[in-house]
Nanobody, 127 residues
């Protein structure tokens, strides 16, 4: 069982930045795909970015690649999501997810492929 705990959500003004963290029970020595998803009220959960713990390969939803950055800290068993130039439409609950993997390279950012989920952290972008 992999435990995931998100933090860093906050209320910010448009144009601001936030860095979300996802602390996990294990990354070191484990080969996993880890990803960030988000869900706005009344909308389906959507992928944001993923990273492969084997080779740190990042992958992004195309519409977010210029503003968001996913990274991995093996020492602290934490993944991060740096979000810049935030817009009101980025308002959502952000979730961290993980699934064991046997491959390297990009990890698909599809909710149904992930086994382990955190409880989420709220991001609100409003003036």
């Amino acid at each position: 069982q992999v435990e995931l705990v998100e933090s860093g959500g906050d209320s910010v003004q448009p144009g601001g930045s936030l860095k979300l963290s996802c602390a996990t029970s294990e990354i070191t020595g484990a080969h996993m795909c880890m990803a960030w998803f988000r869900q706005a009220p009344g909308k389906e959960r959507e992928g944001v970015a993923s990273i492969n713990t084997a080779d740190h390969f990042p992958w992004y939803v195309e519409s977010l690649v210029d503003r968001f950055d996913i990274s991995l800290d093996n020492v602290n068993n934490t993944i991060y999501l740096q979000m810049n130039s935030l817009k009101p439409e980025d308002t959502a609950m952000y979730y961290c997810a993980a699934v064991p993997s046997s491959s390297v390279g990009p990890c698909a950012i599809l909710p149904g492929r992930y086994l382990y989920w955190g409880h989420g952290t709220q991001v609100t972008v409003s003036s």
